[in-house]
């Protein structure tokens, strides 16, 4: 299906920083060479995808990246948003997260406000340092989590499987992705407008079905890392073998036919629903 399969480990650091727990992104092109860069600032990985869709705009990309695509069912009801739940919700994080090209963000300031308008209490969104907490956003999880799941379905079916996956609330601590996801929702909504006629996201624009490819289709997923098992390594950090290792896997899944499948998973029509119109699915994943 596709030429060239792009996994991007995304941060969420304040910062510009290299190596451990910051961005990765592995390219996998049409030799089966698998080149890895390891970028300090959102703002020169954002820029090295751009130049990466540019080059060639013949070439089919797939691009996994490790933070959520969207909410449990009923945020953007919550945020009072029109239209589709998904698209409401990624143009009003677009908005209002300010991300410049030292890594200095607002995150914690958006997340209070987004629990305010959603439940006026400090939840859904929790985790933050002691110096940005206030009455709408704590350091730790509140005991009452409010009207709003803490799991999207996708999780709950990892759990089911032994796997522990983390809240999209959740946005500090070891392992945390929800601040990834408030920087990295914003950066591919760019993406979006800007290779709009090229662009796809999964599942929510192909609605749990695999995408149509042309030349130079681009098509965003979500993708685990943590699904992998990956060889330790002195010599490597942990976070470029990951990106590496999911990239051959999404090549060799394609090489056999198996991503097809990959993107069609089965499962109950109300579930699909809230999938398709909220809460995206990870590529990979079986119910």
């Known amino acids: 299906m596709f030429d060239r399969y792009v996994v991007v480990d995304w941060s969420a650091n304040s910062a510009p920083k290299l190596g451990r727990d910051s961005i990765w992104i592995a390219v996998h092109d049409r ?3 698998v080149t890895v860069t390891n970028l300090a600032t959102r703002r020169s ?29 009923g945020t953007a009801a919550a945020l009072g948003l029109d239209g589709p739940a998904w698209s409401s919700t990624w143009a009003l994080l677009a908005d209002r997260i300010c991300d410049d090209d ?13 629990n305010e308008q959603m439940t006026s209490s400090a939840s859904p969104f929790w985790g933050c340092p002691p110096s940005t907490a206030n ?19 996708v999780e709950g079916v990892l759990q089911s499987q032994g796997r522990r996956p983390f809240s999209a609330w959740q946005l500090l601590g070891a392992g945390a992705v929800g601040s990834q996801s408030l920087l990295g929702i914003p950066m591919l909504d760019r993406l979006r407008c800007r290779f709009e006629d ?28 943590s699904m992998f098992d990956i060889s330790e390594s002195a010599e490597r950090v942990r976070d470029a073998a990951q990106v590496s290792v999911t990239a051959q896997w999404l090549a060799a899944t394609d090489s056999t036919g198996g991503l097809d499948t990959r993107f069609s998973p089965a499962m109950p029509l109300d579930m699909a629903a809230a999938v398709i119109d909220e809460e995206g699915w990870v590529l990979g994943v079986t119910p």
């Open 31 to 33: 030799s089966g060479t």
């Open 45 to 73: 990985a954002e820029a090295f995808l751009i130049d990466l869709l540019d080059q060639d705009s013949s070439v089919a990309t797939l691009i996994g990246v490790d933070f959520s695509l969207g909410y449990p069912a």
């Open 102 to 114: 030292r890594n200095a963000n607002n995150r914690f300031a958006v997340a209070a406000g987004l």
């Open 135 to 153: 009455g709408h956003l704590t350091t730790t999880k509140p005991l009452a989590q409010g009207p709003l799941a803490q799991f999207r379905a």
């Open 198 to 225: 090229r662009f796809d996201v999964w599942p929510f624009t192909t609605e749990l079905r695999a995408p149509t490819i042309h030349d130079g289709t681009i098509v965003v997923a979500e993708v685990w890392p």
